[in-house]
């Protein structure tokens, strides 16, 4: 099972966390955040003046353009996403283009905010705040 880690840097450890647990079980990972096998790993705060920039403007910077192409090589390549919140707009729209490939898809969050909700989580095939959770389920869809 090839597993795709679609976050936002504020949670870094927790990603190398899930991705290292997900490696010990036998499992691929892509883990944004590491850039130690030649990923490119790419943060908006790598760039200069991004406060100047809108979202139109931005796209145009060559980093981010190779940061797009590399994210989508390796959503393509995954069976399966699983979207570790609290994360931003990048990783939501993974996630969609990830369903829309007909991929897994995991929501996972510690910690659930009563009033904090979005109807189109429905279209995960698992919303959990427990890691066990997640294990049963990679398991049920590798059989």
Not at 27 to 47: A, P, Q
Request: net charge negative; proline share 3%; aromatic share 14%.
């Amino acid at each position: 099972m090839k597993i795709y880690l679609a976050s936002s840097w504020k949670n870094v450890m927790l990603v190398r966390d899930f991705a290292e647990c997900l490696r010990e079980r036998g499992y691929e990972v892509d883990d944004f955040t590491d850039d130690s096998n030649g990923r490119f790993s790419f943060s908006f705060n790598k760039l200069p003046e991004i406060e100047k920039h809108n979202a139109i403007s931005v796209l145009k910077f060559p980093e981010v353009q190779q940061a797009f192409t590399e994210d989508k090589k390796w959503i393509d390549w995954s069976d399966c996403v699983l979207m570790i919140l609290p994360c931003g707009k990048s990783a939501h729209l993974e996630a969609g283009y990830a369903k829309g490939q007909g991929k897994k898809l995991i929501i996972y969050q510690k910690h659930y905010p009563l009033g904090e909700f979005d109807v189109m989580y429905g279209f995960a095939d698992l919303v959990t705040n427990d890691y066990m959770e997640i294990i049963g389920f990679i398991q049920s869809i590798e059989t």
